[in-house]
């Protein structure tokens, strides 16, 4: 391919990702950015030109060892969403802005370690983001193989000029803001549609590979096993083999943690905390695909070249020999977005890294404290700025310069084994108050020896040829000093063996210098509020201990030289209003110094924001065994303030019980009211109707007709009977209401009662010329209080018959058992019950309106009682309209013994 | 003339007492079971008092009373509230709406008739 061809798309595409980003900030807000997919696809930035081009150079050349670096994110994830979780909401609390930031903030806000941190990371990072453009020149060569352009100085190297672009880039969309702690959700948004891109390039030159030049994944295989050192392709080394996997998966563990990239997508990037859900399987997925044809390319490559060409661009010659040159551009571009995105988010971790933790805490604070806030602004901006091109710059001149004999996949590992330096302090420190700032510190430093030694050097002296003398014999000729197997370890491959010796050692320098001398007071209150992050969220500002003499207006000039007169009055504003202080306080307390310092963060890192605060107020030693009982009383005030609460709610609870059941009391007291004064009238009046009747006989016993005489004496006996009636129903019904009465209930058979009810009123009905007509005969045995049913069914057919058509009236009584249950029903022809009476006849003492002036013959209570006898059997009573007119009253009750 | 008495009551029996004992003293008397019998009667005639249960099916005494009121003329008729509701609260809506006597039950007839007689003097 003409490379001014080649070099014409990739402006094009750098141009369009460009305005990508751009369109995507316009739109931050959109759905489409903030999505837990995003922030999933984000994470595959992991996946660099080392996975795509150097994964399948090792697949070729030493089989599935290429495996153990995706294995290791795969059985992080469980551990990292939980880690994740924890992580993200300290980061969000303390405007953590890099993994420098947050170690050096749990070890008290330590500057040096800070500084170190940062020192491993641009080591660890640098090399790196060299091998990206040792990638993008090496493949861009294999694109342009042919062309007849040739590139000579750097000013012909296009690379020279995409890494240019690439710094002005991420200048341009990631230092407009001072605040490091803002998220950059264009970019994110960009590395998602790269992360897209790189994976289906990748499967469509997978698919290629196995299914248009070979037969499928059984033709690769066939074709491969013939080769001559096939052996090795497939062997997995035996236990020492074993081993060695075991150690790369933990690296790649540690790297899925600790990558300045990896940290800054999944924490400082990170939009919502439950977007993690959805990476514990969309990110592994992510990962098998990528991983899916790595082999078969391999392996692919390896049986048409032989060993001729580079193994590692396997994917980008196999469809060049094809002749099939737009298969071959995919691919390029695919890796090209691979290394974009890496070095991309690289260096904005890094040069947030450099510029917060490396360049102002040591170089600029004075000057910013002197500078003004327009001015300091700018000044930040231009150290972020220079930092950025700094690191591009210097890992240009790494790849010019170092990487021409590094293969993709050793420099990878080497950047590997030195960010796990950070693997003690990061892990342990999370879970262990102990650790402290100097066993971090101690640990890291014999660490990177340890590396250093065992890695660095003997690679750096074999890649130019020197002796390697002094890599098999050991320094000064010590077998047991040997770099590649200190100590008679020599099983290991070099980059194993480094990580297991500097792992180790760093732990163990960690561990013993944190329990062997006295912790700092400051780092150990953040250690209490990393291990344990409830006390943390539910503390907020109190949980920092602090003790001295500040006034806030000092504190407040501080602020305002980097965020501004506005921003500062608006924070503190915020902070005075959620603590209920008043405005013009005076004095800061210990919440408002630790608000300032998180304000700070974001712009300066922490490390410097806790020596500009401090240089502000007057601040007192505190004892360590003092921070922890002041946090102890915090927590404990928390606590009982919770209990208060929970206490209050109690109270609240209780008081609304007992209103509810005072109210229900009124109501009852007031039912009985009523009940009462019912009862009183239903009683007056037939005692009225008595003393009425008798006091006209005893007056006016001589003038008084006989037959009125009569009429009197018959309305007084009338009378009694009601009155007697009446009380007994009344008694009967407040029996049955308050379960006074036991019911007597046995088994037996309900038609036997049914008719011992029905011609019991045969008379009754007879001589109000109504026929009753049972039209069921079979048998019903079941449970019930037989006196209360012949109760029961002589008010339903009373009723009935005193309803019922007066000319040729009627009574049907049916039953039947359905599920379990004994339905009864009692129709008559009469007029039926009236629409608006229905809800209320049940009711004792109701009265239907429309009676037609005929006065009821009952008391009142009939249908009250029935209701209850049917209730307490278990049952239910109802009435409707019969089709015909006339009214049915059904109930029913359950044959089980209640 | 004799006096004309309306008797506005549901139960038969109360009503029978005092139509014989109004009558013995020469009144002429007329029955009405609830509230509209009461007013179908009082369309056509108007009588000197008016004895009103309160407790009736239908339209109630309270009604039957608002109704008296409304109407020019019945308003030299006495009305005489004779029910079983003796609570102060329901003595105390009767004198409101403006009746003139409150009588409860159970009662003497012929304390009755006489209260009528001294209210009609």
Request: glycine share 6%; net charge neutral.
């Amino acid at each position: 391919m003409n490379n001014y061809g080649l070099i014409t798309i990739i402006f094009a595409y750098l141009a369009l990702l460009f305005l990508l980003v751009y369109w995507f900030n316009k739109n931050e807000r959109s759905r489409w950015i903030n999505n837990p997919y995003v922030y999933t696809l984000s994470l595959a930035v992991y996946c660099t030109a080392w996975t795509y081009y150097g994964s399948v150079g090792i697949a070729a050349d030493s089989g599935l060892k290429f495996l153990p670096i995706y294995l290791g994110p795969v059985i992080a994830i469980p551990f990292w969403i939980v880690i994740m979780r924890k992580i993200i909401r300290i980061a969000r609390q303390n405007k953590i802005t890099s993994i420098a930031d947050f170690i050096s903030l749990r070890y008290g806000r330590n500057r040096l370690l800070g500084a170190i941190v940062t020192v491993v990371c641009f080591i660890a990072t640098v090399p790196y983001i060299a091998l990206q453009l040792k990638a993008i020149s090496e493949t861009f060569k294999v694109m342009t193989v042919n062309s007849t352009v040739k590139t000579n100085s750097i000013f012909n190297d296009s690379t020279f000029y995409i890494a240019i672009i690439l710094a002005l880039f991420v200048t341009f969309f990631s230092t407009q803001k001072t605040d490091a702690s803002t998220k950059n959700k264009g970019i994110i948004a960009s590395v998602a549609v790269e992360a897209v891109l790189k994976l289906v390039f990748f499967l469509a030159i997978g698919i290629y590979v196995t299914f248009y030049l070979f037969d499928g994944t059984t033709d690769i295989y066939q074709q491969v096993s013939k080769l001559d050192d096939f052996d090795k392709l497939i062997e997995f080394g035996g236990l020492e083999g074993g081993i060695d996997w075991f150690f790369l998966v933990l690296l790649s563990f540690f790297a899925i943690f600790l990558l300045p990239r990896q940290f800054h997508v999944s924490v400082v990037e990170n939009v919502r905390e439950k977007h993690l859900k959805k990476a514990i399987w969309l990110f592994p997925l992510y990962l098998f695909l990528f991983n899916l044809f790595v082999i078969f390319i391999g392996w692919g490559g390896k049986v048409i070249f032989g060993n001729t060409e580079n193994s590692d661009y396997y994917s980008l010659l196999l469809p060049l020999e094809n002749g099939h040159v737009f298969m071959a551009l995919l691919v390029f571009l695919g890796g090209f977005s691979a290394v974009i995105s890496m070095v991309v988010i690289s260096t904005i971790a890094l040069s947030n890294m450099v510029s917060n933790n490396l360049i102002i805490p040591y170089g600029f604070l004075d000057k910013l404290v002197k500078g003004n806030p327009q001015g300091n602004e700018n000044y930040i901006k231009m150290i972020r700025r220079i930092s950025i091109f700094t690191i591009i710059i210097l890992a240009y001149i790494f790849y010019a310069n170092f990487s021409i004999q590094m293969s993709l996949y050793s420099i990878g590992l080497i950047a590997f084994v030195v960010i796990a330096l950070l693997a003690p302090s990061f892990f342990i420190g999370l879970f262990w108050n102990r650790g402290s700032s100097k066993g971090t510190i101690a640990g890291i430093v014999v660490g990177f020896l340890v590396i250093l030694y065992t890695l660095i050097i003997p690679f750096i002296i074999k890649a130019y040829g020197g002796s390697v003398d002094f890599v098999n014999e050991g320094l000064f000729g010590l077998q047991q000093l040997r770099p590649h197997a200190l100590f008679g370890i020599d099983f290991l491959s070099p980059p194993s063996h480094a990580f297991f010796w500097s792992l180790f050692l760093n732990t163990m320098v960690y561990l013993w210098v944190s329990v062997s001398t006295k912790g700092n007071y400051r780092e150990r209150n953040y250690a209490e509020i990393f291990v344990d992050p409830k006390v943390a969220s539910s503390l907020d500002d109190n949980a920092y201990v602090w003790k001295g003499e500040a006034y806030v207006s000092d504190i407040k000039n501080i602020l305002v030289k980097f965020l501004g007169e506005q921003r500062t009055e608006r924070a503190l504003t915020l902070f005075f209003r959620k603590y209920d202080l008043p405005e013009n306080t005076e004095f800061a307390d210990a919440r408002l110094i630790n608000f300032s310092e998180k304000l700070l963060t974001g712009t300066i890192g922490g490390a410097s924001a806790k020596i500009l605060i401090a240089s502000a107020v007057k601040e007192e030693e505190v004892s360590l065994t003092e921070v922890l009982k002041i946090l102890e009383e915090s927590k404990e005030t928390i606590a009982r303030n919770k209990l208060l609460k929970d206490k209050s709610r109690e109270l609240t609870e209780l008081t609304g019980q007992l209103k509810n059941a005072n109210s229900e009391l009124i109501l009852k007291d007031k039912q009985k009211d009523e009940f009462l004064d019912t009862v009183a009238h239903e009683l007056k009046t037939p005692i009225t109707g008595i003393r009425g009747a008798a006091e006209l006989l005893l007056d006016d016993a001589d003038e008084m007709p006989p037959a009125v005489r009569d009429q009197f004496l018959k309305n007084i006996l009338q009378d009694s009977d009601r009155f007697a009636r009446l009380i007994h129903n009344i008694l009967d019904f407040e029996k049955l209401s308050e379960d006074r009465e036991e019911l007597h209930v046995k088994r037996l058979n309900f038609k036997d009662t049914l008719f011992h009810v029905v011609g019991s009123v045969r008379q009754y009905a007879a001589s109000n010329n109504v026929t009753i007509e049972v039209t069921t005969q079979r048998d019903a045995h079941l449970f019930y209080d037989e006196d209360r049913i012949i109760q029961v069914l002589t008010n339903l057919i009373s009723n009935g018959i005193k309803h019922a058509n007066k000319e040729n009236g009627m009574v049907w009584v049916q039953y039947r058992i359905l599920k379990k249950k004994l339905l009864v029903s009692v129709s008559d022809n009469g007029p039926g019950v009236p629409d608006e009476d229905v809800a209320f006849i049940f009711d004792k003492f109701y009265q239907s309106k429309n009676q037609n002036r005929i006065k009821p013959q009952g008391s009142g209570l009939g249908l009250a009682i029935t209701k209850r006898i049917i209730e307490r059997h278990g049952g239910f009573i109802d009435v409707k309209k019969e089709q015909k007119g006339g009214a049915n009253f059904y109930f029913e009750i359950p044959i089980s013994q209640i | 003339m004799s006096k004309k008495i309306l008797i506005v009551d549901d139960e038969p029996n109360i009503v029978m007492t005092l139509e014989y004992a109004f009558k013995k003293q020469s009144f002429e008397v007329f029955i009405a079971r609830d509230g509209s019998e009461a007013k179908e009667i009082m369309e056509k005639l108007t009588p000197d008092a008016i004895l009103l249960d309160i407790m009736m099916p239908q339209v109630d005494g309270y009604q039957t009373l608002e109704w008296i009121k409304s109407k020019e003329h019945l308003c030299n008729s006495k009305v005489v509230f004779l029910t079983a509701k003796n609570k102060n609260s329901d003595i105390e809506k009767g004198l409101e709406l403006g009746v003139d006597k409150y009588l409860t039950k159970p009662f003497s007839v012929k304390k009755i008739v006489n209260e009528i007689i001294e209210l009609l003097a």
